[in-house]
């Protein structure tokens, strides 16, 4: 897009793009993933007793043991309910518009003035 003359006045604010999106691309993928690991941690790790029942069973038969993971997965739902993922996708969309929609609209703001 920089080699394009017709986009010349954009220059400036495409070269600044091509500088930090891939920053900006690493702090969202950063902050999605935790929030992502530190909801479902909460909802799944309290279930010591299932995953002490997995790897006693794993050690002794996997195919066993796989099994007994697909039969908790309906366990598994009802934990992380409707409410968790609604809270988890708004934490995504927190990160996106801190990582991403405030930085390119402060760069707008700037290349105005």
Partial sequence: ??????LSPACDYLAELARNVAGWREKFLTEATSAGRD??????FVDDKLWDDCADRWELDQVFAMELLKMSVTGVKTQ??????????RKVQQAWQEC???H??????????
């Fill in 80 to 89: 992380i309910n409707r409410t968790c993922m609604t809270r988890l996708e």
């Fill in 1 to 6: 897009m920089r080699g394009d003359e017709k």
């Fill in 39 to 44: 909801m479902f941690r909460a909802r799944l």
């Fill in 104 to 113: 390119l609209a402060k760069l707008c703001d700037e290349s105005a003035s």
């Fill in 100 to 102: 991403f929609v405030q």
